[in-house]
């Protein structure tokens, strides 16, 4: 039972995925926090199209390793027994189509994974994506950091 | 654009989106490349019909469950003696009666050897036990009959176990439900008029929940099985308490009690008795049969709680058989609705208070679970015979709920045909329930000293010993059983057991013998057809439905006709008229049929093809194209492709002949302009 003095966290949340290897950490966090209010979960997947095609390409469509991101979404959200919407977009830009969409969703959350890339020495590739959508979302903005592997800490 | 949507706008005039639509989501989920798992509503069905008796299944057995959410739960001793010993133990709920109907027939008097005879088979009992216990030891991943049999002596005194197996499962069904209902008559005795309504509800509804996928749920089971063995203890306590104290009287005769008999207390009646009591034996393998189901290190629980259990059954058998000496009880006459001899029992004991009552109850509780553990185990046993292919696959076939239901319903109807064919009186069903489960014994026991003799492992002398005993005195017992009993009914299992076998060596060698034909060799690399191909198009006119069968016959080969079967020669000269005009490049053979038949000619018409081909060539793949008008409603059904049924009937098996149907759907619109109603 939640706690009624604890403030909700939030009602309905955008959960960014890449594909990448945080996507099950922050779907398993958001429905674990989601439950607790019985928040709506919304799993956002963005297709980044360059300008050389036309916006409505069929890419995402034919692509079977997008698809699979948002099904992998959806199960490991069935898996802690909750339920995730997905929603699958193509744009120009990712952290413009994630605001966008968060705003249209009217998410009062939005949250992101941050991956720690092993090559290159190591490192937080935070990208552009993430301090677009820090700066411009309308909502409370949530990053979630993956921990640093023991041997490269 | 995809998904048929308007690109959505965004804050900025560069930031547009376009929502994608994913149309495999609801059937599907990728889980890799080229990979996709079929997800609830891809198996729901797609017709109205179809989804109400699908909301109707639901209703009866339950949503659909998937394979991962099957529950793999570890069994406590508590919990799994009793889940496993509710047939072993149930059956000294009736094993004490089953002794004094055999010895009445020799009068008041040898109804005192019944406790001889009780001990006897006590001792057996203490000897499979013990030798069971080197099987639970032997084969942890559990050891049936069948599997020991099969791979310790040979396949087909493997198949023998499990012939015997499949009969024990169904012959416990029977007997324990019967006799469910006799100590439910024993409190209620209106219900004898409805004893076979009563038997056949009951497994119904045991059906019905194991269809659902009921699982081998410890406290279902514990609180009946516990019940039955606490208050059992009490009776026989207080019964000996009374003996010792010298309370025991003599009860006095119930109305329905049987008569007396004169014959002489001989041999042949001594054994009898003892072949009538050893039914109490039944399901005690139950335990070694489910060795991986305990909690780890598995095979000592289940030999420690094998143990408890064989000491329990005992004790209670030996108990009861000595209360209702020492009170002169006689049983009930068959199907009169008398009271049981366990009733008599615990009327000694509790009187005809409210214990009495819940004893009763517990008492049916404890058959009706031990009925269901065949439902457990026989749906399991015929699925690994399925896999083996000496049963149909289907045995092997998880249902929705991840229940085998063939295995389920095929038990359930054998068992409840057994109940009507002997008007559901235990009595009757005892005789050919003891064969099948020494059998069972004694095939076990052998392939346990071959076990040890070829492995040779520490202590594998001593072991030998005691399975060699086991399988001495089983199979005597067996020798016994099946020749005192044979007249009364032993000899349908002594038929039906061979007979089974065939079946299972008929089964295995058609399967073996498609396998092989249909073998594809790990060398054969497939290359591009290289027969000619042609098709043939039986058409009952023109319409839509031939026009879209054309177009697909086209797509097959260039070498098309069309064949049109007539007994009337205008209407042929007109429809050659209309096809030459309306389908140019593809010839019209029309055959003229005065003896009216339309299947025949066009099978003889192929034939002439055939034979018409030059034979210095590979005779060609024959393509029949049939048009088809789809039906929406039943009724439909029957008044469309009648003629396209039968001819597919007559075409099927025909060699070198490939029947395509092409369907032909009211919406769908095909490129030329249609001339009326469909065929």
Known sequence: ?153 | MIGGRRPLAGRKLADRRVRVERPHAPFFRYTGPGQLVAREAASMPTTPAGRFAARLKKIAIGRPLASEEEIGERLSKKKALAIFSSDAISSSAYATEEILRVLVLAGAGALLVSIEISIAIAVLLAVVALSYRQVCRAFPNGGGAYAVARSELSPLLGLIAAAALLIDYVMTVAVSTSSAVDQLISIAPALNALRIEFAIDSITLITIANLRGLRESGNIFAVPTYMFVGLALVIVASGVFHIITGQATPLPRQPEAVSFGTETLGVFLLLKAFASGSVALTGTEAIANGVPAFKPPEARNAANTLTVMAVLLGVLFVGVTVVAHAYDIVPSRDGSGGPTVIALVAGTAFGSGPLFYVFQLATALILFLAANTSFNAFPRLAAILAEDGYMPRPFGFRGDRLAYSWGIIALAAIAAALLVYFGGITTLLIPLYSVGVFVCFTLSQLGMVRHWLRLRESGWAWRTAINASGAILTAVVLVVVASVKFTSGAYLVVILIPMQVAVFLFIRRQYEASREKLTVRGDFVVKPPHREERVVIPIPTINRAVVQAVNVARSISDDVRAVFISDDPDAAAELRERWERQVPGVPLVVVESPYRALVGPMTAYLDVLDRAWPPDKEAPITFVVIPEYVARNWWERILYNQVARRLRTALLGRPHTVVVNVPYRREEATTPEPEGPGP
């Not at chain 1, 799993?43 to 079977?64: K, M, N, Y």
């Not at chain 1, 069935?78 to 990712?94: F, G, M, S, T």
């Not at chain 1, 994974?113 to 949530?142: E, H, M, Q």
Request: aromatic share 6%; proline share 6%.
């Open chain 1, 1 to 153: 039972m939640p706690n009624p003095e604890q403030t909700v966290v939030f009602r309905r949340a955008v959960v960014a995925l890449n594909g990448g290897s945080s996507d099950a950490r922050i779907v398993r966090l958001a429905a674990g926090v989601a439950r607790q209010w019985k928040a709506e979960l919304v799993a956002v997947h963005v297709v980044e199209i360059d300008w050389t095609q036309p916006l409505d390409a069929d890419i995402a469509g034919r692509s079977e390793d997008v698809q699979r991101v948002l099904d992998l979404a959806e199960e490991t959200a069935e898996d802690c027994q909750y339920k995730i919407e997905p929603v699958l977009l193509q744009a120009r830009d990712v952290g413009a189509a994630l605001v966008d969409e968060a705003t249209e969703q009217r998410a009062d959350m939005l949250i992101l994974g941050l991956p720690y890339r092993k090559r290159f020495g190591g490192d937080f590739a935070i990208g552009s994506t993430i301090p677009y959508v820090l700066k411009n979302a309308p909502c409370a903005v949530w990053v979630v950091r993956e921990p640093i592997p023991e041997e490269s800490a």
